[in-house]
């Protein structure tokens, strides 16, 4: 079992940042890959970003490529989303997952590829 929480959350104006964290419980942290995905109103969840289980391999939607950049701290069983220049679209509540069926690297972005969910965190920006 693992226990994800989302914070970080909050109202932004375009072009400003947030930095989302995700902490985990349970399993061992540095033992399976993670990821960011987000849902804006009346549409479909989609992938944001994700990490290895030490951090070296990260793999970007191509919506926030160049802006958001994810990371890790396994001392502190902690997943990061650092997001700049935010433009009105970034619009959703975020989520961080977990994929512990994977034994190696397979650059999961597919929400049938995590097993654990947090209980997200909503990003609004203004224009």
């Known amino acids: 079992q693992v226990q994800l929480v989302e914070s970080g959350g909050g109202l932004v104006q375009a072009g400003g940042s947030l930095r989302l964290s995700c902490a985990a419980s349970?399993?061992?942290?540095?033992?399976?890959?993670m990821g960011w995905f987000r849902q804006a109103p009346g549409k479909e969840r989609e992938f944001v970003a994700t990490?290895?289980?030490?951090?070296?391999?990260?793999y970007y939607a191509d919506s926030v490529k160049g802006r958001f950049t994810i990371s890790r701290d396994n001392a502190k069983n902690s997943l990061y989303l650092e997001m700049n220049d935010l433009k009105p679209e970034d619009t959703a509540v975020y989520y961080c997952?977990?994929?512990?069926?994977?034994?190696?690297?397979?650059?999961?972005?597919?929400?049938?590829?995590?097993?654990?969910w947090g209980q997200g965190t909503q990003v609004t920006v203004s224009s």
């Open positions: 349970g399993r061992t942290f540095s033992s399976y890959a």
């Open positions: 990490i290895s289980w030490s951090g070296a391999n990260t």
């Open positions: 997952a977990a994929d512990l069926s994977r034994v190696r690297w397979e650059r999961p972005c597919q929400e049938y590829e995590f097993d654990y």
